[in-house]
């Protein structure tokens, strides 16, 4: 969501569409959108077996864990059962939070859009400025592009080697039957028909996971963006008035108005902080986790595909928290700018009591609004510095671990 020259008209339903397709595509759909009962039912079924398979492989995930011999001595696989651990920590967290607030959510998401602009007034939201870029777009494709390479590679690598295998040594070709998922099922996989069904709930627990773990932040970045929009349109507002000393009473009802609408959107920026604040700062420590575990194991798998994918599964978990960051900056710069916007004003021509009403509130905008967990961690740009910090110190202390033993 970037500066942009669209003038089309976007509709609020629109604005909301990426975060809403991600929920829907897993048959989940928070806003309670009519639709017919048979569709209803598909993507409850649907739900309940990613639901399902979800719990299974996380079970015997931290199943195998807990075996230690089944990763002791293998640092290869050790890293692989580490990310998976964070990126599954990780999306616990926010299934449970996302569930638990959703009614919450649900309120937030219709109080925006009873405030959303009409048609006519869109122009002047520069609604077009603050709407999903191509950028943002594609890095949401590019996403879910690299977590399906990371899913099907080790399918498409089986296929590729058991061909190859085949015109070399012809019938003692072996398929090798490799998985994303490191841990062994409680069924032996190396069948076909096997096989294929741990491959069927590998996707639906990844597409479980995965689609909880980026709608969430989605969410936050849609809801953020909104909220951001309306402080630009204030600050604007501020910054385009001309007050004047003969027009007293006008002057103060316009800036109690402009007071009103800033104190409704603390509040709706207040519960947003309420429902992600926690969730994004505790998406730091999970990341930068993940983030060291990738970067390692790409390292050690070297340049083939597995390498390859897990690489671009990189990139994708970076700038997924750098998007997060960004938005949180929006909404720390544009909610700052109001007092220079106020300030900005020629405000010397209006009256005393108008003079001394801005004045307070300028005093009541100097500190901006920010997510942040409890006044602890606040997400900005500077965090994803840290992040980035975090994560090359924490892989540069697992290598030498590593080396050593």
Same mark, same amino acid.
């Given at each position: 969501? @970037?500066?942009?020259?669209?003038? *089309? #008209? $976007?509709?609020?339903?629109?604005?909301?569409?990426? +975060?809403?397709?991600?929920?829907?595509?897993?048959?989940?759909?928070?806003?309670?959108?009519?639709?017919?009962?048979w569709q209803k039912i598909l993507m409850r079924v649907y739900l309940a077996?990613?639901?399902?398979?979800?719990?299974?492989? @996380?079970?015997?995930?931290?199943? *195998? #864990? $807990?075996?230690?011999?089944?990763?002791?001595?293998? +640092?290869?696989?050790?890293?692989?059962?580490?990310?998976?651990?964070?990126?599954?920590?990780?999306?616990?967290?926010?299934?449970?939070?996302?569930?638990?607030?959703?009614h919450r959510l649900q309120q937030?998401?219709?109080?925006?859009?009873?405030?959303?602009?009409?048609e006519s007034c869109c122009k002047k939201y520069r609604v077009g400025d603050f709407y999903w870029s191509r950028t943002a777009i594609y890095g949401f494709r590019y996403f879910f592009f690299s977590v399906l390479t990371v899913l099907f590679s080790p399918l498409l690598q089986s296929v590729l080697v058991y061909f190859y295998q085949y015109f070399k040594i012809r019938n003692e070709a072996q398929f090798p039957y490799l998985r994303a998922y490191a841990m062994q099922l409680s069924f032996e996989t190396k069948s076909p028909l096997n096989y294929a069904l741990a491959q069927l709930l590998e996707f639906t627990c990844t597409h479980f996971i995965m689609n909880f773990n980026m709608g969430t932040d989605v969410w936050m970045m849609s809801l953020s963006a909104l909220i951001c929009m309306h402080f630009a349109y204030l600050g604007q507002q501020l910054e385009q008035y001309k007050p004047s000393r003969y027009q007293e009473r006008e002057d103060c009802a316009y800036l109690s108005n402009i007071v009103r609408k800033h104190r409704h959107l603390l509040g709706m920026h207040k519960?947003?902080?309420?429902?992600?604040?926690?969730?994004?700062?505790?998406?730091?420590?999970?990341?930068?986790?993940?983030?060291?575990?990738?970067?390692?194991?790409?390292?050690v798998q070297g340049f083939n595909l597995g390498g390859v994918s897990y690489l671009m599964y990189f990139v994708s978990c970076s700038a997924q928290f750098y998007a997060v960051c960004h938005f949180s900056q929006l909404l720390i710069d544009l909610s700052e700018n109001l007092a220079k916007s106020a300030y900005s004003q020629t405000w010397y021509d209006g009256s005393i009591a108008y003079r001394k009403q801005l004045l307070f509130f300028i005093l009541k905008t100097q500190k901006p609004v920010y997510l942040t967990a409890h006044g602890v961690i606040i997400i900005s740009r500077d965090t994803f510095k840290i992040l980035m910090k975090i994560t090359y110190n924490a892989f540069a202390l697992m290598s030498r671990v590593i080396e050593n033993d």
């Open positions: 969501m @970037v500066k942009s020259v669209k003038q *089309r #008209i $976007i509709s609020y339903e629109e604005f909301i569409y990426m +975060p809403n397709i991600i929920f829907k595509s897993l048959g989940y759909d928070i806003l309670e959108t009519p639709r017919p009962f077996i990613c639901f399902c398979s979800h719990l299974y492989i @996380v079970f015997y995930l931290f199943l *195998r #864990i $807990i075996q230690w011999d089944t990763i002791r001595g293998n +640092p290869s696989n050790f890293i692989r059962y580490a990310e998976l651990f964070f990126l599954v920590l990780n999306s616990e967290i926010k299934i449970i939070s996302f569930v638990y607030y959703r937030l998401i219709f109080k925006l859009r009873d405030i959303y602009p009409v519960e947003l902080n309420n429902i992600f604040g926690m969730l994004v700062a505790y998406n730091l420590f999970t990341t930068a986790s993940i983030l060291c575990c990738v970067a390692y194991y790409t390292m």
